[in-house]
């Protein structure tokens, strides 16, 4: 089992900039890649952004240049930096990680704002 905990949320104003956190614990020895989700009001849940264990990242194409993802093996934790966030960004965003069994794991998700 893994668990996963978000931080790092809040209010921001277009254009400004916010960090994600999520530190994994339990079984992490098992995972194999982490990334982040997002789901505005309404709509479903997407991808944004993936690292893997060896630092290959993979991002949606509406945030690269502006997101970037990192993760720190030695604290088990995974790293969103968001810049030039845009109000149709706002939502909830989720942890995920997924073990090479491939079960997939989710955080409780952190409420993401941006304001015009």
């Known amino acids: 089992q893994v668990q996963l905990v978000e931080s790092g949320g809040g209010l921001v104003q277009a254009g400004g900039s916010l960090t994600l956190s999520c530190a994994a614990s339990?079984?992490?020895?098992?995972?194999?890649?982490m990334g982040w989700y997002r789901q505005a009001p309404g709509k479903q849940r997407e991808l944004v952004a993936t690292i893997s264990t060896g630092g290959s990242t993979n991002y949606a194409d509406a945030v690269k240049g502006r997101f970037t993802i990192s993760r720190d093996n030695a604290k088990s934790t995974a790293y969103l930096q968001m810049n030039n966030l845009k109000p149709e960004e706002t939502g909830v965003y989720y942890c995920?990680?997924?073990?090479?069994?491939?079960?997939?794991?989710w955080g409780q998700g952190t409420q993401v704002t941006v304001s015009s």
């Open positions: 339990g079984s992490i020895f098992s995972i194999k890649v």
């Open positions: 995920n990680a997924v073990g090479w069994s491939n079960r997939a794991y």
